[in-house]
């Protein structure tokens, strides 16, 4: 375990941030609320016990049920066998902090006793009170280069900061005492995005779509926000957002991102959050970052990642070549081969294009098929147009090859990391990356500046 630096140590350690709620730490589970409510449809309601809840597995979802506690008579009971309107939204009315809600029925039961409703959260129905601050919990977040805080032994159990104009976040690494062994879904971080000045509409939404996004795009998976939990400049609790992310399982990754180089979240939040001012930059951007996220996790097997990664790189190279610099017309775009589209874009960013000297499999397919250009946007058009174009002849002589899954392997890692560094320079990050077309014994030695860094002098 790497030991903190003396510089990294303060004679007085910062105080951890405290969870925003209590969970079970065996099942994850979280009571969002729980108590007396109405649930309510078409001026008629129904008054009973109600709850929202967090479950961590089999997925992370917020569900609530709500058990009605009027007695049903058996004319009541028959009728309700055969109501079939009963699914639908509805509003459930929450004590604070939580407040009126509306709920999407899924479920219900109709017995002697009663009924019981059960579905998901949809959304708050009155407006946000003032915020000074607010909180989420982290399911299965990145390990971050940080300061050391109070009971860290390590600069991956401390804190990460960054600071904008409106607001400063703060993100520690959660101590387990009891390590969840049974599911593939655990809490790693508290966040604190604490504003400037308290205002009830602080773009809570936006902050929590960038920070999903930033943590994802950095594991290369998809990583899950629960929350927020808002408070008042006193510090009470005044608005609880039973909410939760997509979240993906918890598999050995591999990303661009090296937990050893400090500083890589504070910058790519803040390039992505100042892109959410230039709409078509920050829609290509955050496009690309979910179809690489998709590709990195095999989505549609290699064969649909392969295709997911063209899409993405076609689109990234439409914002840079016509819109942003504007090379080319719309009408001219759409004549240029494909492979020369992503090549171009590559080269706007200095971003090598060359298969690896390392990845003989590549180099076979490209000889083999008498591509045009040796490189690997050449490859990855070729095997992109068998799958979706090809005649039934061509798609056989792709899945036949000798080696044809390794080279479909291959080429999909190589460009997944092509793919991230195409988003990152158009997000405008200038910091270190993970290199995976070297060829090194030790993953630091691929740790190094992107190609389009700045010259500061």
């Known amino acids: 375990m790497d030991k903190p630096s003396p510089d990294q140590r303060a004679t007085e350690l910062a105080e951890r941030l405290t969870p925003p709620c209590e969970y079970d730490q065996e099942t994850g589970m979280i009571e969002f609320w729980s108590g007396v409510t109405t649930l309510s449809r078409d001026e008629k309601s129904r008054s009973g016990i109600g709850k929202i809840l967090f479950e961590i597995a089999p997925k992370p979802d917020v569900i609530f049920e709500f058990e009605c506690d009027e007695k049903r008579s058996p004319a009541d009971l028959i009728n309700s066998m055969f109501n079939t309107d009963a699914s639908g939204i509805y509003e459930m009315f929450c004590s604070q902090p939580v407040g009126a809600m509306t709920v999407n029925v899924t479920s219900v039961n109709n017995n002697n006793t009663g009924s019981s409703f059960s579905g998901y959260v949809v959304d708050h129905i009155d407006p946000d009170p003032l915020f000074d601050s607010i909180k989420y919990l982290v399911i299965n977040g990145p390990d971050l280069h940080g300061k050391v805080i109070e009971g860290s032994d390590s600069i991956y159990m401390g804190r990460t900061e960054t600071s904008l104009d409106a607001f400063n976040i703060v993100i520690d690494q959660i101590r387990e005492k009891k390590k969840n062994v049974r599911t593939p879904f655990v809490f790693t971080h508290?966040?604190?995005?604490?504003?400037?000045?308290?205002?009830?509409?602080?773009?809570?939404?936006?902050?929590?779509?960038?920070?999903?996004?930033?943590?994802?795009?950095?594991?290369?998976?998809?990583?899950?926000?629960?929350?927020?939990?808002?408070?008042?400049?006193?510090?009470?609790?005044?608005?609880?957002?039973?909410?939760?992310?997509?979240?993906?399982?918890?598999?050995?990754?591999?990303?661009?991102?090296?937990?050893?180089?400090?500083?890589?979240?504070?910058?790519?939040?803040?390039?992505?959050?100042?892109?959410?001012?230039?709409?078509?930059?920050?829609?290509?951007?955050?496009?690309?970052?979910?179809?690489?996220?998709?590709?990195?996790?095999?989505?549609?097997?290699?064969?649909?990642?392969?295709?997911?990664?063209?899409?993405?790189?076609?689109?990234?190279?439409?914002?840079?070549?016509?819109?942003?610099?504007?090379?080319?017309?719309?009408?001219?775009?759409?004549?240029?081969?494909?492979?020369?589209?992503?090549?171009?874009?590559?080269?706007?960013?200095?971003?090598?294009?060359?298969?690896?000297?390392?990845?003989?499999?590549?180099?076979?397919?490209?000889?083999?098929?008498?591509?045009?250009?040796?490189?690997?946007?050449?490859?990855?058009?070729?095997?992109?147009?068998?799958?979706?174009?090809?005649?039934?002849?061509?798609?056989?002589?792709?899945?036949?090859?000798?080696?044809?899954?390794?080279?479909?392997?291959?080429?999909?890692?190589?460009?997944?990391?092509?793919?991230?560094?195409?988003?990152?320079?158009?997000?405008?990050?200038?910091?270190?990356?993970?290199?995976?077309?070297?060829?090194?014994?030790?993953?630091?030695?691929?740790?190094?500046?992107?190609?389009?860094?700045?010259?500061?002098?």
């Open 190 to 457: 508290v966040i604190e995005v604490r504003f400037n000045k308290s205002s009830s509409n602080p773009r809570i939404d936006l902050i929590g779509s960038i920070l999903h996004k930033t943590l994802s795009f950095m594991c290369g998976r998809w990583v899950g926000l629960v929350g927020p939990w808002g408070y008042s400049e006193t510090g009470s609790l005044n608005r609880v957002f039973p909410r939760v992310t997509m979240a993906s399982m918890n598999p050995p990754g591999f990303s661009w991102y090296y937990s050893m180089v400090k500083g890589s979240f504070e910058e790519l939040f803040r390039c992505l959050y100042q892109a959410y001012n230039e709409p078509k930059r920050y829609e290509v951007i955050t496009t690309g970052i979910g179809w690489y996220i998709e590709a990195e996790m095999s989505a549609g097997f290699i064969e649909g990642s392969i295709i997911l990664q063209q899409a993405a790189l076609e689109s990234l190279a439409w914002f840079e070549l016509v819109d942003r610099a504007q090379v080319y017309s719309k009408n001219k775009f759409k004549n240029i081969h494909a492979a020369e589209k992503i090549r171009q874009l590559l080269n706007m960013y200095s971003i090598s294009s060359e298969i690896p000297a390392k990845c003989a499999e590549i180099h076979s397919y490209a000889t083999d098929n008498n591509l045009k250009k040796h490189d690997l946007p050449e490859v990855l058009v070729h095997i992109r147009n068998s799958l979706v174009h090809g005649t039934p002849s061509k798609v056989l002589k792709l899945f036949s090859r000798t080696n044809g899954s390794q080279e479909r392997v291959g080429l999909w890692y190589q460009i997944n990391g092509l793919l991230a560094q195409a988003i990152l320079a158009t997000a405008g990050y200038q910091g270190k990356i993970n290199y995976r077309n070297l060829d090194v014994e030790f993953i630091h030695s691929a740790i190094r500046d992107v190609p389009w860094k700045r010259n500061e002098t």
